[in-house]
Protein backbone atom coordinates (compact mmCIF):
# COMPACT_ATOMS: atom_id res chain seq x y z
CA UNK A 1 0.00 0.00 0.00
CA UNK A 2 1.80 3.22 -1.16
CA UNK A 3 0.80 6.67 -2.16
CA UNK A 4 -1.22 6.16 -4.89
CA UNK A 5 -2.03 10.16 -5.91
CA UNK A 6 -1.23 13.14 -4.60
CA UNK A 7 -3.57 15.55 -3.37
CA UNK A 8 -3.28 19.03 -4.51
CA UNK A 9 -4.90 22.11 -2.26
CA UNK A 10 -5.01 25.64 -4.26
CA UNK A 11 -4.38 28.91 -2.54
CA UNK A 12 -5.34 32.40 -2.66
CA UNK A 13 -7.49 31.42 -6.19
CA UNK A 14 -10.26 29.67 -4.01
CA UNK A 15 -11.31 33.34 -2.89
CA UNK A 16 -11.89 34.19 -6.09
CA UNK A 17 -15.76 33.48 -6.59
CA UNK A 18 -17.05 34.09 -9.71
CA UNK A 19 -13.54 33.36 -11.68
CA UNK A 20 -12.74 29.86 -9.50
CA UNK A 21 -13.67 27.74 -12.55
CA UNK A 22 -12.06 29.18 -14.67
CA UNK A 23 -8.47 28.86 -12.53
CA UNK A 24 -9.33 25.71 -12.00
CA UNK A 25 -9.30 24.94 -15.38
CA UNK A 26 -6.02 26.66 -16.03
CA UNK A 27 -4.79 25.00 -13.17
CA UNK A 28 -5.54 21.60 -14.10
CA UNK A 29 -4.04 22.60 -17.96
CA UNK A 30 -0.91 23.74 -16.25
CA UNK A 31 -0.50 20.92 -14.04
CA UNK A 32 -1.12 18.59 -17.24
CA UNK A 33 1.77 20.44 -18.81
CA UNK A 34 4.25 20.12 -16.40
CA UNK A 35 3.94 16.18 -15.59
CA UNK A 36 3.63 15.77 -19.69
CA UNK A 37 6.42 13.72 -19.29
CA UNK A 38 4.68 11.19 -16.94
CA UNK A 39 2.81 9.27 -19.44
CA UNK A 40 0.01 7.17 -16.84
CA UNK A 41 -1.05 9.77 -14.85
CA UNK A 42 -4.73 11.11 -14.48
CA UNK A 43 -5.76 14.56 -13.12
CA UNK A 44 -9.04 14.54 -11.37
CA UNK A 45 -9.98 17.99 -10.50
CA UNK A 46 -12.83 19.30 -8.07
CA UNK A 47 -14.20 22.53 -6.33
CA UNK A 48 -11.49 22.89 -3.60
CA UNK A 49 -9.20 19.54 -4.41
CA UNK A 50 -7.01 18.21 -7.40
CA UNK A 51 -5.93 15.01 -7.67
CA UNK A 52 -2.86 13.60 -9.20
CA UNK A 53 -3.60 9.63 -9.45
CA UNK A 54 0.06 7.72 -10.58
CA UNK A 55 -0.89 4.67 -11.75
CA UNK A 56 2.55 3.74 -10.76
CA UNK A 57 4.76 6.86 -11.96
CA UNK A 58 7.22 7.92 -9.41
CA UNK A 59 5.97 10.18 -7.03
CA UNK A 60 9.36 12.08 -6.16
CA UNK A 61 10.48 13.79 -9.55
CA UNK A 62 6.08 14.75 -9.80
CA UNK A 63 6.75 16.73 -6.62
CA UNK A 64 9.42 19.00 -8.15
CA UNK A 65 7.53 19.59 -11.02
CA UNK A 66 4.26 20.44 -8.65
CA UNK A 67 6.33 22.79 -6.84
CA UNK A 68 6.59 25.09 -9.76
CA UNK A 69 3.06 25.33 -10.68
CA UNK A 70 1.67 28.77 -9.88
CA UNK A 71 -1.45 28.39 -7.41
CA UNK A 72 -1.13 25.56 -5.62
CA UNK A 73 -1.27 26.41 -2.11
CA UNK A 74 0.29 22.99 -0.41
CA UNK A 75 0.36 19.45 -2.14
CA UNK A 76 0.46 16.18 -0.08
CA UNK A 77 1.28 12.41 -1.70
CA UNK A 78 -1.87 10.32 -0.21
CA UNK A 79 -3.71 7.02 0.22
CA UNK A 80 -7.14 6.66 -0.52
CA UNK A 81 -9.10 4.44 1.33
CA UNK A 82 -12.60 3.61 1.68
CA UNK A 83 -14.30 5.56 4.04
CA UNK A 84 -13.75 2.44 6.96
CA UNK A 85 -12.58 2.68 9.91
CA UNK A 86 -10.12 -0.73 9.40
CA UNK A 87 -8.58 1.02 6.01
CA UNK A 88 -8.07 3.84 7.42
CA UNK A 89 -6.32 2.75 10.31
CA UNK A 90 -3.94 -0.20 8.14
CA UNK A 91 -3.47 3.21 6.26
CA UNK A 92 -2.12 5.58 8.39
CA UNK A 93 -0.28 2.75 10.45
CA UNK A 94 1.31 1.78 7.00
CA UNK A 95 2.69 5.18 6.69
CA UNK A 96 3.52 5.61 10.40
CA UNK A 97 5.84 2.39 9.27
CA UNK A 98 7.94 3.33 6.66
CA UNK A 99 8.99 6.82 7.89
CA UNK A 100 9.70 5.56 11.45
CA UNK A 101 12.75 5.19 13.26
CA UNK A 102 13.01 4.87 16.99
CA UNK A 103 11.98 7.26 19.46
CA UNK A 104 9.84 9.38 17.11
CA UNK A 105 6.71 11.08 17.92
CA UNK A 106 3.26 11.77 15.97
CA UNK A 107 0.39 12.43 15.73
CA UNK A 108 -3.25 12.12 13.61
CA UNK A 109 -5.08 15.33 12.75
CA UNK A 110 -8.26 14.34 11.74
CA UNK A 111 -10.73 16.44 9.54
CA UNK A 112 -14.42 15.71 7.89
CA UNK A 113 -15.88 17.38 5.00
CA UNK A 114 -18.57 14.69 5.48
CA UNK A 115 -19.81 15.35 8.81
CA UNK A 116 -22.06 12.09 8.10
CA UNK A 117 -19.12 10.12 9.10
CA UNK A 118 -19.56 8.07 11.92
CA UNK A 119 -16.30 9.24 14.12
CA UNK A 120 -15.92 12.86 14.40
CA UNK A 121 -12.84 14.12 14.38
CA UNK A 122 -11.91 13.77 18.03
CA UNK A 123 -13.06 10.10 17.94
CA UNK A 124 -11.22 9.64 14.35
CA UNK A 125 -7.93 11.22 16.08
CA UNK A 126 -7.96 8.85 19.10
CA UNK A 127 -9.17 5.52 17.10
CA UNK A 128 -6.32 5.77 14.46
CA UNK A 129 -4.09 6.42 16.98
CA UNK A 130 -4.93 3.90 19.61
CA UNK A 131 -3.83 1.71 16.55
CA UNK A 132 -0.57 2.73 15.88
CA UNK A 133 0.46 2.46 19.47
CA UNK A 134 -0.49 -0.65 20.18
CA UNK A 135 1.12 -2.17 16.79
CA UNK A 136 4.36 -0.37 16.81
CA UNK A 137 7.19 0.40 19.40
CA UNK A 138 8.96 3.05 20.58
CA UNK A 139 6.97 5.40 19.14
CA UNK A 140 4.79 8.23 21.40
CA UNK A 141 2.28 10.94 20.65
CA UNK A 142 3.31 14.64 20.75
CA UNK A 143 0.18 16.78 19.40
CA UNK A 144 2.20 20.23 19.26
CA UNK A 145 5.52 19.25 17.22
CA UNK A 146 5.74 15.49 16.24
CA UNK A 147 7.81 14.10 13.57
CA UNK A 148 5.17 12.61 11.89
CA UNK A 149 1.80 14.54 11.40
CA UNK A 150 -0.49 12.20 9.97
CA UNK A 151 -3.25 13.76 8.12
CA UNK A 152 -6.34 12.47 7.53
CA UNK A 153 -9.32 13.86 5.42
CA UNK A 154 -12.87 12.37 5.68
CA UNK A 155 -14.18 13.30 2.51
CA UNK A 156 -17.82 12.71 0.32
CA UNK A 157 -16.20 10.57 -2.35
CA UNK A 158 -13.28 8.66 0.57
CA UNK A 159 -10.55 8.95 2.80
CA UNK A 160 -7.75 10.38 2.32
CA UNK A 161 -4.65 9.36 4.08
CA UNK A 162 -0.85 11.17 4.27
CA UNK A 163 2.33 11.62 6.49
CA UNK A 164 3.66 14.85 4.44
CA UNK A 165 2.60 18.50 3.85
CA UNK A 166 4.69 20.20 0.97
CA UNK A 167 4.24 23.86 0.36
CA UNK A 168 3.44 24.94 -3.34
CA UNK A 169 4.80 28.40 -4.99
CA UNK A 170 0.98 29.95 -4.33
CA UNK A 171 -0.32 32.74 -6.12
CA UNK A 172 -2.10 31.80 -9.14
CA UNK A 173 -2.44 29.89 -12.12
CA UNK A 174 -0.02 31.40 -15.39
CA UNK A 175 -1.94 32.91 -18.07
CA UNK A 176 -5.13 32.69 -16.09
CA UNK A 177 -5.15 36.67 -15.75
CA UNK A 178 -3.96 37.92 -19.44
CA UNK A 179 -0.88 39.00 -20.51
CA UNK A 180 2.18 41.30 -20.84
CA UNK A 181 5.41 42.13 -22.53
CA UNK A 182 8.21 42.11 -20.08
CA UNK A 183 11.21 44.16 -20.37
CA UNK A 184 13.94 41.65 -20.34
CA UNK A 185 18.08 42.63 -20.29
CA UNK A 186 20.49 39.99 -19.37
CA UNK A 187 20.74 41.65 -15.76
CA UNK A 188 19.36 40.09 -12.14
CA UNK A 189 16.61 42.42 -12.27
CA UNK A 190 14.41 42.11 -14.80
CA UNK A 191 13.85 37.94 -14.96
CA UNK A 192 13.01 38.36 -11.03
CA UNK A 193 10.52 40.74 -12.12
CA UNK A 194 8.97 38.23 -14.77
CA UNK A 195 8.97 35.71 -12.21
CA UNK A 196 7.10 37.49 -9.64
CA UNK A 197 4.51 38.47 -12.24
CA UNK A 198 3.95 34.89 -13.49
CA UNK A 199 3.58 33.97 -10.03
CA UNK A 200 0.00 36.88 -10.20
CA UNK A 201 -0.99 34.45 -12.75
CA UNK A 202 -0.04 36.99 -15.74
CA UNK A 203 1.41 35.52 -18.97
CA UNK A 204 4.58 36.40 -20.17
CA UNK A 205 6.13 37.59 -23.68
CA UNK A 206 9.31 38.78 -23.27
CA UNK A 207 10.88 41.96 -25.36
CA UNK A 208 14.69 42.58 -25.64
CA UNK A 209 16.45 45.56 -27.36
CA UNK A 210 19.71 44.20 -29.03
CA UNK A 211 22.12 46.35 -30.98
CA UNK A 212 25.01 44.77 -32.82
CA UNK A 213 27.87 44.85 -33.24
CA UNK A 214 27.68 46.74 -29.85
CA UNK A 215 25.97 43.65 -28.21
CA UNK A 216 27.07 40.50 -29.30
CA UNK A 217 25.65 37.20 -29.97
CA UNK A 218 26.54 36.14 -26.51
CA UNK A 219 24.55 39.09 -24.83
CA UNK A 220 21.58 37.68 -27.07
CA UNK A 221 21.85 34.10 -25.73
CA UNK A 222 22.23 34.92 -22.27
CA UNK A 223 18.61 36.51 -22.55
CA UNK A 224 17.37 33.61 -24.28
CA UNK A 225 18.69 31.50 -21.83
CA UNK A 226 17.06 33.21 -19.41
CA UNK A 227 14.23 32.85 -20.62
CA UNK A 228 14.00 29.47 -20.90
CA UNK A 229 14.29 29.60 -17.02
CA UNK A 230 11.00 31.63 -17.06
CA UNK A 231 9.59 29.21 -19.58
CA UNK A 232 10.08 26.54 -16.65
CA UNK A 233 6.88 28.05 -14.76
CA UNK A 234 4.50 28.35 -18.63
CA UNK A 235 6.10 25.51 -20.92
CA UNK A 236 7.16 28.07 -23.54
CA UNK A 237 8.10 32.33 -23.34
CA UNK A 238 7.62 33.83 -26.55
CA UNK A 239 10.71 36.41 -27.05
CA UNK A 240 10.77 39.31 -29.51
CA UNK A 241 14.08 40.45 -30.37
CA UNK A 242 14.21 44.62 -31.60
CA UNK A 243 17.26 45.61 -33.58
CA UNK A 244 17.98 48.90 -31.83
CA UNK A 245 21.40 50.02 -33.47
CA UNK A 246 20.02 52.48 -35.43
CA UNK A 247 17.81 54.15 -32.72
CA UNK A 248 20.85 54.32 -30.68
CA UNK A 249 23.52 55.76 -33.11
CA UNK A 250 20.59 58.35 -33.93
CA UNK A 251 20.46 59.69 -30.19
CA UNK A 252 23.68 59.52 -29.34
CA UNK A 253 24.42 61.88 -32.70
CA UNK A 254 21.14 64.17 -32.01
CA UNK A 255 20.46 64.28 -28.05
CA UNK A 256 22.62 65.66 -25.91
CA UNK A 257 24.33 62.73 -23.66
CA UNK A 258 23.16 64.10 -20.16
CA UNK A 259 19.55 63.38 -21.69
CA UNK A 260 20.31 60.36 -24.10
CA UNK A 261 19.85 57.61 -21.23
CA UNK A 262 16.05 58.81 -20.70
CA UNK A 263 15.68 59.19 -24.22
CA UNK A 264 16.77 55.42 -24.83
CA UNK A 265 14.14 54.07 -22.51
CA UNK A 266 11.74 56.22 -23.99
CA UNK A 267 12.09 54.58 -27.24
CA UNK A 268 12.26 51.01 -25.74
CA UNK A 269 8.52 52.20 -24.40
CA UNK A 270 7.40 53.30 -27.48
CA UNK A 271 8.72 49.84 -29.16
CA UNK A 272 7.32 47.22 -26.64
CA UNK A 273 3.89 49.19 -26.32
CA UNK A 274 3.75 48.91 -29.92
CA UNK A 275 4.53 45.14 -29.84
CA UNK A 276 2.20 44.93 -27.02
CA UNK A 277 -0.51 46.31 -29.36
CA UNK A 278 -0.10 43.55 -32.05
CA UNK A 279 0.43 40.82 -29.39
CA UNK A 280 -2.97 41.46 -27.65
CA UNK A 281 -1.01 42.01 -24.46
CA UNK A 282 -2.37 44.21 -21.25
CA UNK A 283 0.45 45.68 -19.73
CA UNK A 284 4.35 46.41 -19.53
CA UNK A 285 6.46 44.73 -16.99
CA UNK A 286 10.43 45.63 -16.24
CA UNK A 287 12.75 45.16 -13.69
CA UNK A 288 12.94 48.85 -12.22
CA UNK A 289 13.88 49.22 -8.61
CA UNK A 290 13.57 53.05 -6.91
CA UNK A 291 17.11 54.53 -7.13
CA UNK A 292 19.22 51.97 -8.07
CA UNK A 293 20.58 54.07 -10.92
CA UNK A 294 20.11 57.28 -12.90
CA UNK A 295 17.17 55.79 -14.88
CA UNK A 296 15.01 54.63 -12.03
CA UNK A 297 14.85 57.88 -9.99
CA UNK A 298 11.12 59.62 -9.11
CA UNK A 299 12.06 62.53 -11.77
CA UNK A 300 13.60 59.86 -14.96
CA UNK A 301 10.72 57.22 -14.38
CA UNK A 302 8.04 60.37 -14.66
CA UNK A 303 10.06 61.61 -18.40
CA UNK A 304 10.04 57.74 -19.73
CA UNK A 305 6.68 56.71 -18.25
CA UNK A 306 5.19 60.07 -20.12
CA UNK A 307 5.11 58.45 -23.77
CA UNK A 308 2.42 55.50 -22.60
CA UNK A 309 -0.84 55.11 -20.38
CA UNK A 310 -0.12 51.45 -20.69
CA UNK A 311 -0.23 49.96 -16.95
CA UNK A 312 3.95 49.20 -16.13
CA UNK A 313 4.25 46.61 -13.67
CA UNK A 314 7.21 46.81 -10.99
CA UNK A 315 7.05 44.38 -8.94
CA UNK A 316 10.64 45.07 -7.72
CA UNK A 317 10.20 48.93 -6.96
CA UNK A 318 10.61 48.79 -3.61
CA UNK A 319 12.79 45.86 -3.15
CA UNK A 320 16.32 46.07 -2.32
CA UNK A 321 18.48 45.12 -4.37
CA UNK A 322 20.10 41.31 -1.57
CA UNK A 323 16.05 40.79 -2.00
CA UNK A 324 16.07 40.42 -4.97
CA UNK A 325 19.66 38.81 -6.00
CA UNK A 326 17.94 36.48 -3.45
CA UNK A 327 15.01 35.20 -5.39
CA UNK A 328 16.89 35.40 -8.72
CA UNK A 329 19.26 32.42 -6.44
CA UNK A 330 15.88 30.61 -5.72
CA UNK A 331 14.71 30.50 -9.38
CA UNK A 332 18.18 29.60 -10.71
CA UNK A 333 18.77 33.10 -13.55
CA UNK A 334 21.41 34.73 -11.29
CA UNK A 335 24.09 32.97 -12.85
CA UNK A 336 23.16 33.55 -16.20
CA UNK A 337 22.54 37.23 -14.88
CA UNK A 338 26.11 37.12 -13.80
CA UNK A 339 28.06 36.44 -17.29
CA UNK A 340 29.82 38.96 -18.21
CA UNK A 341 28.02 41.24 -21.32
CA UNK A 342 27.56 44.05 -22.58
CA UNK A 343 24.50 46.12 -22.26
CA UNK A 344 23.03 48.28 -25.28
CA UNK A 345 22.28 50.77 -22.73
CA UNK A 346 25.11 51.14 -20.94
CA UNK A 347 27.55 50.95 -24.15
CA UNK A 348 25.97 54.74 -25.39
CA UNK A 349 25.17 55.42 -21.80
CA UNK A 350 27.20 59.31 -21.30
CA UNK A 351 29.45 59.32 -17.84
CA UNK A 352 27.42 61.44 -16.40
CA UNK A 353 23.55 60.74 -17.73
CA UNK A 354 20.88 63.42 -15.61
CA UNK A 355 18.99 62.04 -12.79
CA UNK A 356 16.67 64.90 -12.92
CA UNK A 357 15.77 64.73 -16.53
CA UNK A 358 13.03 67.75 -17.05
CA UNK A 359 9.81 65.81 -19.11
CA UNK A 360 9.40 69.66 -21.10
CA UNK A 361 13.20 69.70 -21.76
CA UNK A 362 13.23 66.35 -22.67
CA UNK A 363 10.21 66.41 -25.24
CA UNK A 364 11.62 69.68 -26.97
CA UNK A 365 14.82 67.69 -27.59
CA UNK A 366 13.26 65.07 -29.38
CA UNK A 367 11.01 67.28 -31.51
CA UNK A 368 14.82 67.50 -33.57
CA UNK A 369 14.09 64.21 -35.16
CA UNK A 370 11.52 62.27 -37.02
CA UNK A 371 11.33 59.37 -34.80
CA UNK A 372 8.74 57.23 -36.18
CA UNK A 373 9.87 55.90 -39.40
CA UNK A 374 12.73 54.72 -37.05
CA UNK A 375 10.42 53.18 -34.42
CA UNK A 376 8.14 51.61 -37.07
CA UNK A 377 11.07 49.86 -38.55
CA UNK A 378 12.62 48.34 -35.58
CA UNK A 379 9.11 47.19 -34.42
CA UNK A 380 8.50 45.64 -38.31
CA UNK A 381 12.37 43.79 -38.12
CA UNK A 382 12.12 42.64 -34.98
CA UNK A 383 12.93 38.88 -35.04
CA UNK A 384 10.61 36.38 -32.47
CA UNK A 385 11.20 33.17 -31.37
CA UNK A 386 9.06 30.63 -29.36
CA UNK A 387 11.79 29.72 -26.54
CA UNK A 388 10.56 26.25 -24.79
CA UNK A 389 11.03 25.14 -21.29
CA UNK A 390 12.48 21.91 -22.32
CA UNK A 391 15.12 22.27 -24.94
CA UNK A 392 18.56 22.11 -23.64
CA UNK A 393 20.64 22.77 -25.95
CA UNK A 394 20.46 26.18 -27.45
CA UNK A 395 20.82 25.15 -30.74
CA UNK A 396 17.15 23.35 -31.09
CA UNK A 397 15.30 25.82 -29.71
CA UNK A 398 15.44 28.86 -31.99
CA UNK A 399 12.22 28.02 -34.06
CA UNK A 400 11.72 31.37 -35.67
CA UNK A 401 7.83 31.91 -35.75
P1 LIG B 1 18.19 44.65 -15.07
O1 LIG B 1 18.97 43.97 -14.00
O2 LIG B 1 16.84 44.05 -15.30
O3 LIG B 1 18.99 44.87 -16.32
P2 LIG B 1 18.98 47.19 -14.11
O4 LIG B 1 19.00 47.35 -12.63
O5 LIG B 1 20.24 46.91 -14.81
O6 LIG B 1 17.89 46.10 -14.47
P3 LIG B 1 18.41 49.19 -16.06
O7 LIG B 1 19.52 48.70 -16.89
O8 LIG B 1 18.25 50.64 -15.78
O9 LIG B 1 18.33 48.52 -14.64
O10 LIG B 1 17.06 48.70 -16.71
C1 LIG B 1 15.81 48.92 -16.11
C2 LIG B 1 14.79 48.03 -16.79
O11 LIG B 1 14.69 48.38 -18.18
C3 LIG B 1 15.22 46.58 -16.81
O12 LIG B 1 14.88 45.91 -15.61
C4 LIG B 1 14.47 46.04 -17.99
O13 LIG B 1 13.11 45.78 -17.64
C5 LIG B 1 14.53 47.22 -18.95
N1 LIG B 1 15.68 47.05 -19.88
C6 LIG B 1 16.92 47.55 -19.75
N2 LIG B 1 17.72 47.18 -20.79
C7 LIG B 1 16.94 46.43 -21.60
C8 LIG B 1 17.16 45.74 -22.85
N3 LIG B 1 18.34 45.75 -23.47
N4 LIG B 1 16.11 45.07 -23.37
C9 LIG B 1 14.92 45.04 -22.77
N5 LIG B 1 14.66 45.65 -21.61
C10 LIG B 1 15.65 46.35 -21.03
MG1 LIG C 1 20.38 46.38 -16.84
Known amino acids: MNYDRIMIRYGEMSLK ?36 VLNGEPVEPIIGQLQKVFGIQSFSPVIKTD ?5 IRAAALHIAEQVHSPGNTFKVSARRTDKTFEYDTNGLNHAIGAHILIHMDDIKV ?115 SGFSMTATRRMMLRITDEIRKRQGALAIVTGESLGQVASQTMESMLAINAVTNTPIIRPLIAMDKLEIIKIAEDIDTIEI ?65
Not at 17 to 43: T, V
Not at 83 to 87: A, G, L, P, S
Request: glycine share 6%; with cysteine; charged share 25%.
Open 142 to 256: DVKNPDLNLMVEIRKDAAYISGQLIYGAGGFPVASSGKAMLMLSGGIDSPVAGFLTMKRGVGIEAVHFHSPPFTSERAKQKVLDLARKLAQYSGSVKVHIVPFTTIQEVIHKEIP
Open 337 to 401: SNRPYEDCCTIFTPPSPKTRPKLAKMEMLEEKVDWTPLLEEAVNKTETMMISARARSSTDLESLL
Open 83 to 87: KKIED
Open 17 to 52: GRNRKHFIHKLKKNIQFMLRDFENIQIESGWDRMYV
